[in-house]
């Protein structure tokens, strides 16, 4: 009988993650690095689920052998190869008798294996703990400013011996804008989203600034956890800026692809509401003659510029331009001194309990 384990976040690191769910349930969500050696087709699994409630449970594992036995060789050699001398962690959706099966067999064959108690459920569990409430790693510093400004190339680009960054966009597959799905799929779930923000964040080591992006609620179709937003909006503000003409120079390079074309057109038709018959007919013009500057130019100033901070009811602690990143990435650095600084100064002087 293979041993059982509760979830640790170090078993990620120290075992071949194995989830033997169906593929359908792997999509939805999966441990992070986990690989899916199913024990049951998506189909398979609904002929088991109904038998089990038609006739009971003993005639639904007779099922589930007959339609799996055969398969056991080819399971253990699959996982076998990937684990490379690792032992192995096994889960299905509760701990039940997928994984407990794989494990045994697994154990049986002379490998590492043990199960994981509670399964996906667990640790869906813990994902969801880590965001209700949220409590970043170190101080949270979070970038404002308009579209095209570049901020999501400028937190990328900063150093990661003085920064953790979370690429909020990047985990969610979208850039948060009504042309944020262009070259991306947001075909993720909500559930997976947020293990891929868990796991970003279990990386993050403690005490470091940790530098985002600012966000809407919502990212495409995904949802920010827990209270995450709320915290953000209670962490230190930077406005970041930059000229018009940059703007346009740095939305051009990432959005002016030809491939692009079509979608950048649907996402224009979305807006048209909101841009007036005449001002929509004007830059739908210049995207059909592949304009790019007066394109981008007329969406900066008659849509991003009208829809996105349209009203800021704070006031940020830091102003920072973003014409040129080694400079800014210079005056962030001092900001965060003077922060670190003062709050140390403060600390001295407060008074005993």
Known sequence: MPAS????????????????????????????????????????RVEIGTLYKQTGPKEARIRGLELTAGRFPRIVHEIGEAAAGRPILVY???????????????ELTGFD??????????????????????????????????????????????????????DLEGLACHRGSAFGELGLSQ?????????????????????????????SKRIGKVSLPGNFYEVMQDSVK??????????????????????????????????????????YDEIAGYLSRWEMEPFMTE?????????YYKNREWREELSLSLEDYAKAERELKAFLQIRKELNASLKLYEPPL
């Open 5 to 44: 384990v509760a979830f640790n976040e170090s078993l990620l690191d120290s075992h071949l993650v194995v989830d033997v769910r169906t593929p359908l349930e792997y999509e939805e969500d999966h441990l992070p690095a986990a690989i899916n050696v199913p024990l049951l087709s998506n189909e398979e």
């Open 113 to 166: 294996a043990v199960q994981l108690q509670g399964g996906y459920k667990a640790f869906r569990n813990r994902v969801i703990v880590r965001f209700e409430p949220f409590h970043p790693p170190g101080p949270l510093l979070v970038l404002h400013g308009m579209t095209g400004i570049g901020k999501t190339t400028f937190i990328l680009g900063l150093n990661s011996e003085e920064y953790s960054v979370i």
């Open 238 to 279: 930077v406005w970041c800026n930059a000229s018009l003409e940059t703007r346009v120079e740095r939305l051009i390079a990432e959005y002016g692809r030809t491939e692009y074309r079509e979608g950048m057109a649907d996402a224009l038709l979305r807006i048209r509401k909101k841009l007036g018959g005449e001002k």
């Open 187 to 215: 075909d993720l779930t909500q559930k997976r989203f947020e293990t891929l923000l868990w796991d970003a964040f279990r990386k993050l080591p403690q005490g470091k600034p940790v530098i985002v992006e600012g966000e």
């Open 299 to 307: 969406l900066v100033k008659n849509y991003y510029d009208k829809v």
């Open 92 to 106: 299905c959706w509760r701990g039940g008798l997928r994984s407990k099966t794989v494990a045994s067999i697994l």
